[in-house]
């Protein structure tokens, strides 16, 4: 557990500032991959909250000590869901929009076509802290709930639809019990759904590995105990044998994106086992 605020937050939620400054890094950066002024708007405020933080990793971000390449990597994986999403609302403008495991991400401006109906979903303290910085609308909602807790599903069967749902460094988190129970939730309460996200490469859950990925974490990036990945998938069409109806649409690794800035990685796109280390996948839940 860690504090924000005053507010207690888990290990895992915690990683919700690596995203959101990394998201604000890049948006300052010569030729921003990102351009995000509310991650920019809302890191100036919480910087003032982090320095004095008895947290090493809080004062590291508010001292601007991040990895390079970790900012380059989430910023290109959120104008990826940002595209999945605009995509979406190019065939349906009036869509709904379910940002699982949100975090402090501000997709909601970034995609808004001012007829999105958008809900931001994470456990309720971070939608507390979330508060703070951001309000709701008319069109933009939040959920306090773990994704877990099912009754949220339920209130959104008021749209009649169609609906997104994207969990952006979300799934690896779960376990695969607990995946499967939520897409198939997921495709027996709002059928004719679409799912888009990121999983990780199930070798990487196997012992040796585990430990290389929980040192990466913790000592690299100075997480908390409790971040390590605990599901994973060898291939995109893996959900597939989960029920009939759901239905592989596409899907997209990091090094898929021509950007400059990824530098030799770009090559790991042509290598399968190096372009499904950490990937997206978009299903259609029929
Ligand atoms: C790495 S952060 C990603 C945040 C955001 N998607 C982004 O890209 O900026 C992971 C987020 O997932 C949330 N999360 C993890 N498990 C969850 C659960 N069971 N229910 C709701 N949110 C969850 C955490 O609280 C955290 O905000």
Sequence with gaps: MKELYDIKISDISETLLLTL?????????KEPII??????????????????????????????????????????RAKKYDEYVKEFLRKAPNGIVVNIGCGLDTRFYRIDNKKVNFYDLDFPEVIEIKKKFISENDRYHFISSSVLDYDWILNLKKH???????????????????????????????PGCELVCE?????????????????KMQKELKLGQGVTYNFGM?????????N?????????????????????????????????????VHYKLN
Excluded at 21 to 29: D, L
Excluded at 268 to 277: A, E, N, P, S, V
Aim: glycine residues 4%.
């Design 21 to 29: 400054y990394s998201h604000a890094i890049e948006s300052k950066s």
């Design 234 to 242: 060898r291939d995109s069409n893996e959900m597939e044998k989960w």
């Design 199 to 215: 999983v990780v490469n199930d070798i990487w859950l196997s012992k040796p590995l585990k430990g290389l990925v929980n040192f």
């Design 160 to 190: 009649e639809g169609p609906f997104i749902f994207l969990a952006e460094g979300v799934f690896m988190y779960l376990n695969k019990d607990e995946v499967k129970s939520l897409v198939l939730k997921l495709q027996s309460q709002l």
């Design 35 to 76: 351009h995000d002024p509310e991650a920019v708007r809302i890191v100036e405020q919480l910087n003032k909250e982090l320095l004095i933080s008895k947290n090493r990793l809080h004062r590291n971000l508010a001292n601007g000590k991040t990895k390079k390449s970790l900012a380059v990597h989430i910023s290109i």
């Design 244 to 280: 009939s109806g759901i239905k592989l649409i596409d899907d997209w690794s990091y090094f898929d994106a021509s950007e400059k800035k990824l530098g030799f990685m770009k090559i790991f796109k042509y290598f399968q086992l190096l372009r499904k280390t950490q990937w997206t």
